[in-house]
């Protein structure tokens, strides 16, 4: 398993349009994506689907963390983080 953390510095956070982008980039990798916030681990979601990161309510400042499992677990972790660094596509 791969993992990295990260704070989401989007000012409308992971709403909508950029959780699509975000699901659509995980979903061009084979390896399994989870994705949950620091401060409720307990509630973790595919980041495969638009409807469970939604679910997440992600919003400006908080801490997330990408973990992946699979083949190609390293590169869909660091370019997930790099699509959240870059501002999610705004």
């Known amino acids: 398993m791969y ?3 990260i704070q989401i510095t ?3 956070g992971l709403h909508a349009r950029p959780g699509s ?13 989870k ?3 620091l401060d409720k681990p307990e509630k973790i979601a595919n980041a495969k689907s638009i409807v469970f990161v939604l679910s997440l309510g992600i919003k400006k400042d908080m801490i ?3 973990q992946a499992t699979g083949a190609d677990e ?3 972790v660091e370019q997930l983080v790099a ?3 870059g501002g999610l596509g705004e």
């Open 10 to 12: 989007n000012p409308s």
């Open 21 to 33: 982008d975000f699901v659509n980039l995980a979903k061009k990798f084979e390896s399994t994506i």
């Open 64 to 66: 997330i963390e990408i």
């Open 3 to 5: 993992k990295k953390q």
């Open 74 to 76: 390293k590169e869909a």
């Open 83 to 85: 699509f959240v660094e």
């Open 35 to 37: 994705l949950f916030r």
